[in-house]
């Protein structure tokens, strides 16, 4: 695709319920990033994969998040048992290689716990 | 890990003016560093970057510039529209992923 493409846009889910966001990234790139931001802050790294290894989850806040890319390519982060703190907008950016390159990001998935 | 302060918080200036934001970072492992605009709703978009082998960078009204020693890099915006009007993250990276600065948001006064 033209570019990095996230579903769905808004998703609201009660406390306690699971949550899956999708990433679609530009179409050959190599590497694929999960940030949360949340409202007046700058974006935070969650996870990032190479291809359909995941290199580095170190910035997940807990075990109920989840992220996978199994082919390479599209890329979920599921959250499990949501509670209100995990309110944000979840954002995906893809590259075109391994290494330092300039990334892409896509418009973010607003997850708002009630 | 690395850790990247951004000023001001927010800045606004008259149409035609220029901008300048300013980034610090902690670690000297750093050698990359893009630019970020965000509007309102909208996907962070990059409008620049440096790496750290170079001093200055430009791109018509956009110019960035680092300095190693004192690990700090800024954003100049000149004569700007009404239109840069958004918020402005700058970034570091140590390895791949990138760590953002709280963001500065402008607004460009016609």
């Known amino acids: 695709g033209a570019g990095v493409s996230q579903s769905p846009r808004y998703k609201v889910a009660k406390r306690g319920q699971d949550v899956a966001l999708r990433c679609d990234p530009i179409?050959?790139?190599?590497?694929l990033f999960w940030y949360q931001q949340a409202l007046g802050q700058g974006p935070e790294f969650l996870t990032y994969f190479q291809n359909e290894a995941q290199l580095d989850k170190s910035g997940l806040p807990s075990d109920r998040f989840f992220a996978e890319r199994p082919e390479g390519s599209v890329s979920t982060l599921k959250i499990q048992r949501t509670q209100q703190e995990d309110s944000a907008v979840y954002l995906c950016?893809?590259?075109?290689?391994?290494?330092?390159?300039?990334?892409?990001f896509g418009d973010g998935t607003r997850l708002s716990i009630l | 890990g690395e850790n990247v302060e951004q000023h001001p918080s927010t800045l606004s200036v008259q149409e035609g003016d220029s901008a300048v934001i300013k980034c610090t970072y902690s670690?000297?492992?750093?050698?990359?560093f893009p630019w970020y605009k965000q509007e309102l709703g909208k996907r962070p978009q990059l409008i620049i970057d440096?790496?750290?082998?170079?001093g200055e960078k430009k791109d018509q009204r956009i110019a960035v510039t680092l300095n190693k020693t004192a690990k700090h890099f800024s954003l100049h915006i000149t004569e700007t529209q009404p239109e840069d009007s958004a918020v402005y993250f700058c970034?570091?990276?140590?390895?791949?992923?990138?760590?953002f600065g709280k963001g500065t948001r402008l607004s460009v006064i016609a």
């Open positions: 970034a570091a990276s140590p390895d791949t992923p990138l760590v």
């Open positions: 950016a893809s590259s075109l290689a391994e290494g330092n390159q300039p990334q892409h």
């Open positions: 440096i790496r750290s082998n170079v």
């Open positions: 670690d000297s492992a750093s050698n990359y």
């Open positions: 179409s050959g790139h190599v590497s």
